[in-house]
């Protein structure tokens, strides 16, 4: 039995991206919801934040449901 090296090291060097990745943008999205709270009792807009919050959120979800695509698929 012989182990493609290469193979291993690049399904490694991916999953530890994508999950560094995730926790990333799951930690932005956090952040932004927190600023929008502080904002907010500053009595500012936190508009701005709460959106990019969400985007951060979406965009995670997006990843997740495409890395099940293609494990389904």
Same mark, same amino acid.
């Given at each position: %039995?012989?182990?493609?090296? $290469?193979?291993? &090291?690049? !399904? *490694? &060097? =991916?999953?530890? =991206? =994508?999950? +560094? /990745?995730? !926790? $990333?943008? *799951?930690?932005? &999205?956090? %952040? &932004?919801?927190?600023?929008?709270?502080?904002?907010? $009792?500053? /009595?500012?807009? @936190? @508009?701005?934040?709460?959106?990019?919050?969400?985007?951060? *959120?979406? @965009?995670?979800?997006?990843?997740? $449901?495409?890395?099940?695509?293609?494990? +389904? !698929?």
């Amino acid at each position: %039995m012989k182990i493609d090296w $290469a193979a291993l &090291g690049s !399904v *490694f &060097g =991916v999953s530890l =991206v =994508v999950t +560094v /990745g995730l !926790v $990333a943008l *799951f930690t932005l &999205g956090i %952040m &932004g919801l927190s600023r929008q709270e502080r904002v907010t $009792a500053e /009595g500012g807009s @936190a @508009a701005l934040a709460v959106t990019g919050a969400y985007a951060c *959120f979406a @965009a995670c979800a997006a990843a997740v $449901a495409y890395g099940i695509s293609l494990i +389904v !698929v």
